[in-house]
């Protein structure tokens, strides 16, 4: 692990005013757990050039190949809302990728697909130290990378900006232009009611309207995604017109 520059940004109003860039590490997520018990500055950005254990959401391995951005974002919000937060940070990183030339939709809860194919994945982390609550919150994104260098398994359901995209995007600058959209999306979820952000999430799932088969450890549904409840959750309609909520689990569009 070795960190390679540091990079101070003061027009933001707090997350990525400083970014720390490291060559790699395991994961950004678990360094930035590692680096909690020192005062860091909330907003603090660790990003690295690649993971030797990238993790993803339900224990799942999240391929970290050179060319790829990975990073983590340290918030300390006053409410336990780690789990909305991380659902909302699938807005500015779909309006990154439609920045960038590939017009991604959001996958529920916050994957970022192009043509049923993932881009982009979050993984947020709520965790206490000494008394003060953080949410770390994960992103991954596939930009630099070639889709054969991903593994086998996910190749047929990923892709990639170098993949979509005939101009070649600098992880620097795609970061850049992400963090100031986390940035002020931040500072609404500090400033504005829940509610209003939530209905802007509905807005630009793409999932809404589409049939859909959620598994948990509970079992398996399947239905029309129906709407997303005050809480963030999922609502699906089953065939005989019974709403389920849906948070945690896999989730599948069928046809
Ligand atoms: C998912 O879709 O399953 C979530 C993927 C999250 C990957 C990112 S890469 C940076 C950060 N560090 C990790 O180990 N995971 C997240």
Redesign the pocket.
């Known amino acids: 692990m070795l960190k390679i520059a540091e990079v101070h940004e003061p027009n933001r109003k707090l997350v990525g005013r400083t970014v720390w860039h490291y060559d790699h590490v395991e994961?950004?997520?678990e360094t930035a757990k590692e680096l909690l018990e020192e005062d860091l500055e909330e907003g603090l950005v660790l990003w690295a050039d690649r993971?030797a254990a990238?993790?993803?959401?339900q224990g799942?391995a999240?391929a970290?190949p050179l060319g790829g951005l990975?990073?983590?974002v340290i918030l300390r919000p006053k409410e336990t809302h780690a789990w909305i937060l991380g659902l909302l940070v699938g807005m500015p990183v779909v309006k990154a990728l439609r920045h960038f030339g590939v017009f991604a939709g959001l996958k529920y809860p916050n994957?970022a697909v192009y043509q049923d194919r993932k881009i982009a994945?979050?993984?947020s982390e709520g965790v206490y130290r000494r008394d003060t609550y953080h949410v770390i919150i994960?992103?991954?994104v596939n930009t630099n990378v070639d889709l054969d260098r991903l593994p086998p398994d996910v190749q047929p359901t990923a892709t990639t900006l170098k993949r979509e995209v005939n101009l070649f995007v600098a992880n620097d600058e795609f970061l850049d232009y992400l963090l100031n959209q986390i940035d002020d999306l931040y500072s609404r979820y500090r400033n504005t009611r829940i509610e209003f952000l939530i209905k802007d999430y509905r807005g630009q799932c793409t999932t809404i309207g589409k049939r859909v088969t959620a598994t948990t450890s509970k079992g398996s549904i399947t239905g029309r995604a129906y709407d997303i409840a005050p809480n963030g959750a999922l609502i699906i309609m089953d065939d005989a017109n019974a709403k389920h909520e849906f948070v945690e689990g896999s989730l599948k569009v069928v046809p």
Do not use: M, V
């Open positions: 994961s950004t997520n993971q990238g993790r993803g959401r799942r999240w970290s990975y990073f983590s994957d994945g979050i993984l994960g992103i991954g």
